[in-house]
């Protein structure tokens, strides 16, 4: 019987969300990502996707953050969650 793998959580979902609202608006493609880390832009889309647990790890948070020119704590939500 396979183990059923949560989706993200609450902190996870507003990371990503972070992420894509910075990329967007330096107008970064996933592909743009993808090529950053040598993955393809559809494992990109899994990060984003909300029942995907696929995420960020924190030194890829952290090469993004110089990638989009901004500080890793641009990616953590103002207030707990």
Do not use: H, W
């Not at 989706?7 to 969300?17: A, G, R, Y």
């Not at 993808?34 to 993955?39: A, K, S």
């Not at 989009?68 to 103002?78: G, N």
């Amino acid at each position: 019987m396979a183990k059923k793998v949560a989706p993200k959580t609450k902190i996870e979902l507003k990371i990503v969300k972070l992420v894509k609202a910075r990329r967007n608006k330096l107008n970064r493609s996933q592909s743009d990502i993808g090529e950053l880390f040598g993955v393809t832009r559809g494992y990109i889309g899994q990060i984003e996707m909300e029942s995907s647990p696929s995420m960020y790890s924190f030194d890829q948070l952290y090469e993004l953050a110089k990638y989009l020119e901004c500080s890793m704590k641009d990616f953590m939500p103002d207030n707990p969650m």
